[in-house]
């Protein structure tokens, strides 16, 4: 017996020998083929880049999987108490893997098998480390050992902390979130600090498997594995049994936040933020790269401006007609389904869908459209009306130019869908809407900084994603003019110099050129106040003939206007095409007193880390940085930045942009009177765009009007009909917020009294007398002298068509005359 038993114990020995050897080949073997996972020390997981306002607010985030990073100190302890109770009670206990839970998960597993239960797992989150950074999801052997094997490497190298660190910022939770902290926002859009004991157990229900817990197609499902984790968390020690209770009777509370921008009407401006990153950085910068963007956007300009550009260009398009309903639904079968797929403007949340359930002569009754919540559409049906008088506007056709009826009953039926506005202490009662056809875009800038505050481009996101503030290439027409004026000005004209306005004949390549003003008159010699402020086209073209279109265009290059410009007299007219943004960023330079700007949307970049990878601000501070006052000189900002234009000049043309306002093209547009104000209109070619560019002290603001395809706006369309009481609605929104100032005059600068029209010295009490500034060593013309007179137009037929050279003659001034 013995024998017997030592003949079995040396086969045991034997045996046992023969599989360890088998078990370390074969463990040997595995281990040649496992990942470094050294490389959990420099882990950089894929995080969102977040853009915010310039006062904070979160704008939109980027990402391709939406996850921000938390270092474990700044998780809360429910949190990791939560996540520890669902996925591994034992974790600050085990090496790695929990031999307990393993033979646990083993015997259950067998208990449970013919039951049709899902099998029970025994991962520690160690081991889920291992597998998420270094290994495939392969349900095989080999993956599972080389898992083990990497888990008690990982132990030995970080720390428990720095697992579950790890751990909480890598995991899928559905819906695109990665991460606890991008869970927490995508499904209660709060931050893991805010997060209840039921919304903290939900969230660490998911990972198990986040479709099989979908807080809408599976409610129920999602309901009972947050209360198991609630339950877990009480038998834990980490909440007390009455917490426990408490958390499992409520519901479950999500509340998914929505992509696209968070601050109303900043799409168009996080778009072109959008694509300036990716074009300074990288798609994988902006996608993957956590920076962190404060922009220059003001939330509180930006409604403005898009509320005044919305307003002007919904009225135009009113004048116009009616367009037609968005879509017509039929009214039989599940009509309430096709309406509530139906997408409306996000971006104008003021609008809603209605359709229309029937007309009459008085009225047309409406339902909104219907709410879908967790797939399934809303039964409530919210109804009212629009009274007749409140779409009169409609009866016309779509040219405007005729009443098509007198009545509802001949613009709508049922079945039609339209847009709606509720009227503000009218219950259930509505105006009718319709997304205009005509278009526009308007930017609004610090012009000290060139910091851009406001950006609308186009009446809605929604309904054309196209940036007319940044994108379209537009002539602007007579708003280019002043940069005209300010070359002459700059090179030994002022205000007061007087320049032939009648008709000129141009002939260039065996063509002739004989541009009209608008309107089709000519005032004879006219200052070059007179000309800028009644936009002058014909003493525009003899003035920058008389200084050559080289000049021209050196002065439109430097101050960003176009990149290169073509030095053709048509080109002094605005027939050159440009953008919003560079036309504002050029009035900005006059309106600083001609310091070199350089428009930005983006203050300032961070990294994931924090470290600033770009700051717009350029200027040094000296002395900011002292830990203590010692009675030393206040800190100055030291302005590097180039003088393109001359003070002085600066404030002339502003002067002269001033009486564009108040008595020229855009007189009586802007309501705004308790300060200074300039600006320009500008009209092209059969009215196809209108442009106001205009600016006080501290704040330049510029837009167009007009059609995509470009199109003549009709009667009314110009800068100064259509352009200028926009801008005048955003000025008067922005002065109620902003103190009031006055344009600086310069040291040094010259005011004398001229007479408006001759532009020669005025004594006191002369009718038509202004003030007019002057460089040092210029002043009113001792003589009646016109430039640009030639033989086409001899004197003694001035004096019978120009009021201006009849009054010098009879004033005794000789000069020409």
Same mark, same amino acid.
């Given at each position: ?15 046992? !020998? ?36 310039? /006062? ?30 669902? #996925? ?27 039951s049709g239960r899902r099998p029970e797992g025994a991962s520690t989150i160690t081991q889920q480390v291992a597998k998420n950074f270094l290994l495939s999801a392969d349900q095989t052997i ?16 970080? +720390? ?11 995991? !899928? ?17 709060? +931050?893991?600090?805010?997060? %209840? ?26 309901? #009972?594995?947050? /209360? ?13 049994l009455s917490d426990a209770a408490e958390a499992k009777k409520q519901p479950l509370g999500v509340k998914v936040r929505r992509g696209g921008s968070s601050l109303l009407a900043t799409d ?27 922009? +220059? ?27 037609? =309903? ?25 609008? @809603? ?16 459209? =219907? ?36 009545? =509802? ?55 054309? #994603? ?11 027409? +007579? ?35 004989? =541009? ?64 919003? *943004? ?12 001609? @310091? ?91 009215? @196809? ?19 995509? %395809? ?7 369309? %110009? ?31 010259? *005011?004398?009294?001229?007479?408006? @029209? ?5 004594? #006191? ?53």
């Amino acid at each position: 017996m013995i024998r017997l038993l030592g003949y079995f114990f040396g086969l045991a020995c034997i045996a046992f !020998f023969a599989v360890a050897a088998v078990v370390a080949v074969y463990l040997g073997g595995v281990s040649r083929d496992l990942p470094n996972y050294e490389v959990l020390a420099s882990y950089e997981p894929p995080v969102a880049t977040r853009v915010h306002a310039g /006062n904070g607010a979160l704008m939109a985030e980027y990402a391709r999987e939406k996850r921000l990073f938390l270092p474990i100190q700044a998780i809360p302890d429910r949190v990791k108490a939560a996540f520890l109770s669902a #996925e591994d009670k034992n974790f600050y206990n085990h090496p790695g893997v929990d031999f307990w839970g393993l033979a646990r998960a083993v015997v259950n597993n067998v208990q449970n098998i013919g039951s049709g239960r899902r099998p029970e797992g025994a991962s520690t989150i160690t081991q889920q480390v291992a597998k998420n950074f270094l290994l495939s999801a392969d349900q095989t052997i080999d993956r599972k050992v080389k898992e083990a094997i990497l888990s008690f490497r990982i132990e030995q190298t970080y +720390s428990k902390d720095k697992i579950l660190e790890l751990y909480l910022n890598e995991i !899928f939770f559905g819906m695109n979130a990665y991460g606890i902290a991008g869970a927490s926002l995508t499904y209660f859009d709060k +931050s893991v600090t805010e997060l %209840t004991i039921a919304e903290t157990a939900y969230l660490a229900s998911l990972p198990k498997g986040p479709a099989n817990y979908h807080p809408f197609r599976h409610e129920q499902a999602a309901l #009972e594995r947050r /209360n198991w984790v609630i339950d877990r968390m009480a038998e834990n020690g980490y909440i007390t049994l009455s917490d426990a209770a408490e958390a499992k009777k409520q519901p479950l509370g999500v509340k998914v936040r929505r992509g696209g921008s968070s601050l109303l009407a900043t799409d168009f401006f996080s778009e072109e933020v959008r694509r300036q990153i990716i074009e300074k950085y990288g798609d994988k910068a902006l996608y993957e790269g956590g920076l962190s963007v404060r922009t +220059s956007l003001d939330p509180q300009m930006q409604i403005m401006a898009r509320n005044a550009l919305q307003r002007g260009l919904v009225e135009y398009d009113q004048r116009r007609g009616f367009h037609g =309903p968005v879509s017509t639904i039929s009214m039989a079968g599940d009509w309430a389904s096709d309406f509530a797929k139906m997408v409306p403007l996000r971006d104008v949340p003021e609008w @809603k869908l209605a359709m229309v359930n029937g007309v009459s002569a008085a009225r047309v009754d409406i339902v909104l459209q =219907p709410q879908t919540v967790a797939g399934k559409v809303d039964e409530t049906r919210k109804t009212g009306q629009i009274p007749a008088g409140e779409m009169k506007w409609a009866f016309r056709d779509a040219k405007g130019a005729r009443k098509t009826s007198t009545t =509802p009953e001949g613009v709508l039926k049922a079945g039609d869908v339209v847009y709606v506005e509720p009227i503000e202490g009218r219950d259930a009662t509505y105006r009718l809407r319709q997304p205009p056809k005509v278009q526009g875009g308007m930017v609004v800038m610090d012009p000290h900084t060139g910091r851009v505050l406001a950006m609308v481009g186009g009446f809605s996101y929604g309904q054309s #994603e196209f940036n007319r503030a940044t994108q379209a290439m537009r002539q602007p027409g +007579s708003s280019f003019k002043p940069l005209v004026y300010a070359a002459a000005l700059d090179n030994g004209y002022t205000p007061a110099s007087v320049i032939l306005d009648a008709p000129i004949e141009v002939v260039s390549g065996g063509q002739v050129w004989s =541009p009209d003003n608008y309107g089709g008159d000519s005032g004879g010699p006219s200052t070059l106040r007179l000309g800028i402020e009644k936009s002058r086209n014909q003493m525009t073209v003899r003035l920058a003939q008389d200084m050559g279109m080289e000049l021209v265009a050196e002065y439109a290059e430097r101050f960003g206007i176009y990149d290169k410009m073509a030095p053709l007299l048509s080109m002094s007219l605005g027939s050159g095409e440009t953008t919003v *943004l560079r036309m504002v960023s050029a009035y900005a330079v006059i309106a600083n007193g001609g @310091k070199q700007i350089k428009p930005t949307l983006v203050d300032r970049i961070q990294d994931r880390y924090g470290k600033t990878i770009f700051r717009h601000e350029e200027r040094a501070c000296e002395g900011c940085n002292f830990n203590s006052w010692a009675n030393q000189d206040e800190p100055t900002l030291i302005d590097n930045r180039e003088q393109v234009l001359d003070p002085m000049t600066a404030y002339q043309i502003t002067s002269m942009m001033e009486g564009v306002v108040t008595r020229g093209t855009a007189a009586g547009k802007i309501p705004v009177k308790d300060r200074d104000v300039a600006g320009k209109t500008g009209t092209t070619n059969d009215e @196809k765009d209108a442009w106001f560019v205009g600016f006080t002290p501290d704040l330049v603001a510029g837009l167009y009007v007009g059609f995509d %395809t470009p199109a003549p706006l009709g009667r009314a369309g %110009t800068g100064g009909g259509l352009a200028a009481p926009i801008f005048g609605d955003f000025l008067a929104q922005a002065a109620a917020v902003t103190p009031p100032s006055k344009f600086l005059v310069p040291n040094g600068m010259q *005011l004398i009294p001229v007479n408006r @029209k001759t532009g020669m010295f005025a004594n #006191e009490g002369e009718p038509d007398t202004i003030i007019e500034a002057f460089k040092p060593g210029t002043g009113p013309a001792d003589s009646f002298s016109v430039i640009g007179m030639d033989q086409q137009m001899p004197p003694e037929e001035i004096l019978k068509t120009s009021p201006q050279a009849q009054q010098a003659v009879t004033s005794g001034a000789g000069g020409l005359f």
